[in-house]
Structure formats: C-alpha cells, structure tokens
C-alpha cells in the first residue's frame, strides 16, 4: 500500500511491529497494553482512513512516530513531545534506580541536582522522583525545548522542585554547588548527524550535533562542573559512540562507566574529588 518504504527505528521502539502497533492502538483510542488480536477486525471507513493517515506520516512522510502522537515514554512515564525537543530516550532511565546511589555515600542527602541540556525535561522529572529531597535545575540552551519542558513538568506536578534555566551548559545556571550534575548532552560527531536517517533528522540538530569528534559539549561540561560540584558530588554524562575517544583524553580523571543492558556501558560517572585538577581551567 506505501511502496517499499523502509523506516527508521530507535526513537520509540527497535522492532517495527512494536512501533506499528502502538502507531494502530493510538490512533483507534485503544488501550496501550491492548494485544494484537483486538486488530482481528474489519475497521469502519472512518478508522481506516485514521490509521492510512497515520501510517503515511510515518512511512512515506518520515515523521517520528513521537512526533505523530506528540507523547514519549521513558521510566514508565508518559512525556509530551514536538519538533522542538530531541525523542526521550537514554540510558539513565536503567542507571538511575539501581547503580547510582552508591556513588553518593559521602553525602549525607542529595538536596540539588542539575540536568544539563534537559530538553523535554523528562531526567529532570526522573531525577526529581529518585532524588525526592532535592531541586533540581533542568538546564538547556534552547528557549523552545524549555517550553516543553515546561509542560511535562506541569504534567508530572514538580513545578515546586524542578527549576527550568536558560543557560549554554552551566554558564548561566544558579549561583551555587551541585551534589549531582547528570547531562544527556549533544554527542554524535557532524558527519555522522548529516548522515543520519530522515526521521532523526527532523530532531532539532541542536540536541544532536557534538561537534566533529562529539565531545565539543562534554569537554566544556567536565571543566565547569569542576568548580560546581560539592565535595562528595558526581557528574554522569550519557557519551554514545564515543567512550574509545572520551578514555583518550579522560581517562585519568579515573571514569567509571555504568553498565547497561545492550553492553554498550556507554554512561560514565566522574566523582568530584577526580575533578580538582581542572578548577583553575575552569576559570579561564
């Protein structure tokens, strides 16, 4: 019916029949934990011509499935999603509730956290809901990204504990020390982002584009934090494809690299203490 169309996955799901029938149970108002037998059906002309629209968009159109039904599920939580925010999906959602906490003995509570380049803000929500004593401050260069991520701190009731900052990285963010900065930041080198598939590609480049080797944002993350963690504080930053490159350079700053499902172990933490050398060129 759409040609040979091929889609793109890893923004909503990594099986295509998942992502269909997800695409399907949303546009007919179905239950999301609805089994593929509910489909045994004929569907009326109206429903027909809803799911032909939907399936258009996504096929032949290239549109994100997220950006379809304008929402995103990440730690089991439901986030309002458009073009302006990068697809909610890191591998924080697996760290956070089980290998973090470990880290942060030295502290005897978290009371404020920062998540640098929160986009949609759904680590801060995450973050706000591990850590429940803490504020956290999500973090982002860019104005419309702070916009949804407004809404989805409405939606999840935190507008008392999470504080939305404008700021390039930590630059412009509140006076004062952190006991957890954590950053999902922008890391896949530019060539690689102008080769990416149509459908990531419709993500805002901002939230992508790491520079050339992808670690331009990280760098300038690690020398800042230096001076805004407290003793005892971690820094976790989400690096993808770049952990060969980031132990080059970093390696001496003693990373632990948190493991994950798939074996990419690609989340590294950097503990505060490791942090001190760089003070000074953090100021310059």
């Not at 429903?47 to 995103?72: F, G, K, N, S």
């Not at 959602?93 to 906490?101: A, K, N, S, T, Y």
């Not at 809901?129 to 939606?155: C, M, Y």
């Amino acid at each position: 019916m759409y040609g040979e169309k091929k889609a793109a996955l890893g923004q909503i799901a990594t099986v295509a029949r998942d992502e269909a029938l997800y695409l399907i149970l949303w546009t007919l108002g179905l239950p999301m934990d609805s089994e593929a037998s509910v489909l045994n059906r004929a569907l009326s002309p109206t429903e027909y011509a809803a799911v032909d629209q939907v399936l258009r968009r996504r096929l032949v159109e290239h549109v994100p499935a997220a950006y379809i039904t304008r929402e995103a599920w990440l730690g089991g939580r439901k986030f309002y999603v458009d073009e302006r925010v990068l697809i909610p999906r890191s591998y924080f959602v697996e760290i956070l509730p089980v290998q973090v906490d470990p880290w942060l003995g030295s502290l005897a509570k978290v009371t404020r956290v920062a998540d640098v380049c929160t986009g949609s803000g759904c680590l801060a929500v995450l973050l706000a809901r591990h850590f429940k004593e803490a504020t956290v401050d999500g973090i982002d260069l860019s104005r419309e990204a702070l916009q949804v991520a407004a809404i989805n701190v409405k939606r999840h009731r935190l507008s008392g504990r999470i504080r939305l900052v404008e700021s390039d990285l930590l630059a412009g963010a509140p006076a004062g020390r952190y006991d957890v900065i954590l950053s999902n930041p922008p890391y896949e080198p530019s060539a690689q982002v102008d080769a990416l598939p149509a459908e990531f590609r419709r993500e805002p480049r901002l939230a992508l584009d790491g520079g050339s080797d992808g670690l331009d944002l990280v760098r300038r993350l690690i020398r800042e934090s230096a001076r805004r963690l407290n003793p005892g504080g971690i820094l976790m930053i989400e690096i993808g494809g770049g952990r060969a490159a980031f132990e080059k350079e970093f390696g001496h700053l003693q990373p632990h690299w948190f493991h994950t499902e798939d074996g990419s172990d690609c989340v590294c933490l950097l503990q505060a203490a490791r942090l001190r050398g760089l003070h000074g060129r953090a100021r310059s």
